[in-house]
């Protein structure tokens, strides 16, 4: 058909937007076919003519009334009973774009991108309130990690909120806590400077250890710094996993702290961050297999 996407964009409002480059104009009829990967099954829309002239044509769809559940959804163009993948040009990556896009609240995400083989696609996943890491390292003895608080509906102001990093402890480091109530009114966040550790503490909804420490948040983007000693002196045999969640005032539950917005995914393979030495005992950075950030002590 001679089509090529050279602008893909999900818009805030889940429009999937798209500037096609044609060799010939689309008839009118035309159809925008979604097709899932693994089920086969498919969503068709209707699309106008682009005129007699013209070597380009832009595309909005509304995705949201279509139905499309979580998953991978390969794109076609059907005209006049000939379907055909949609090739792409745009990698279909912005960190700004995505970063706009997770500031509502959302029930799930839609994501436009090049597939390795330069055709179109549109990866959808389950969208929840979750602090996504963008930077870890280890200095002077501490973990620092900042991030960029996610689909919670926050505003990207300058307003201070009150916020508590917690660690919980887990022996596997892949556990799935409940998220509920997080117990922040029992808490003032002005005395956790240092290491607070807790056991069975409401909110984590688990008798295992639970560490604190002061956090900042400032509109959307969070900074939170840990003494290793502390986690360390708070581990159990010197060995086990620690899963941080984030409590910040005005949202509801703790916010796990993961790495789920950029295109990187199988972070727990393919990022590997240096160790610390404390009293001997290395403790380094990981992900689970959920993409959501460990601290493992003894590993």
């Known amino acids: 058909m001679g089509v090529v996407v050279i602008d893909a964009e999900v818009t805030l409002a889940d429009v999937l ?7 010939e104009p689309l008839a009118d009829g035309t159809r925008l076919v979604l097709r899932q990967r693994g089920t086969g099954e498919e ?15 832009g595309v909005a769809v509304s995705l949201a009334p279509l139905g499309l559940g979580p998953g991978r959804w390969d794109t076609y163009l ?4 000939v379907r055909a993948r949609i090739e792409s040009a745009d990698p279909g990556f912005s960190l700004d774009r995505l970063d706009a896009y997770a500031l509502g609240r959302r029930t799930l995400a839609y994501r436009a991108y090049r597939t390795r083989n330069g055709f179109l696609a549109l990866k959808i996943d389950p969208a929840e309130p979750v602090a996504d890491v963008r930077a870890v390292w280890f200095r002077e003895g501490r973990f620092e990690v900042t991030g960029l608080l996610a689909y919670t509906g926050l505003d990207d102001d300058d307003q201070h909120r009150r916020a508590t990093l917690a660690l919980r ?3 596997s480091g892949h556990g799935d806590p409940g998220r509920g109530d997080s117990g922040r009114g029992d808490q003032d966040h002005s005395d956790l400077r240092h290491g607070d ?7 984590l909804d688990d008798p295992a250890a639970t560490v604190r420490f002061a ?3 400032q509109g959307v983007r969070f900074h939170a710094a840990l003494s290793l000693c502390d986690v360390l002196a708070a581990t159990p045999d010197s ?7 984030l409590e910040v005032d005005g949202v509801d539950g703790a916010l796990p702290l993961g790495a789920r917005l950029d295109d990187v995914e199988g972070k727990r393979r393919r990022i590997h961050y240096p160790h610390a030495l404390v009293d001997g005992v290395p403790i380094r950075p990981s992900f689970t297999p959920g993409d959501e950030l460990l601290l493992e002590v003894g590993a």
């Open 43 to 57: 969503r068709r829309v209707t699309l106008g003519a682009s005129g007699g002239r013209t070597r380009d044509a």
């Open 239 to 245: 060995q086990g996993s620690w899963e941080p969640y």
């Open 78 to 81: 059907e005209q006049d009973g």
């Open 17 to 23: 937007s798209l500037r096609l480059s044609i060799a």
């Open 169 to 171: 402890h887990s022996d």
């Open 197 to 203: 550790l807790r056991h069975g503490e409401q909110g």
């Open 215 to 217: 956090a900042t948040v």
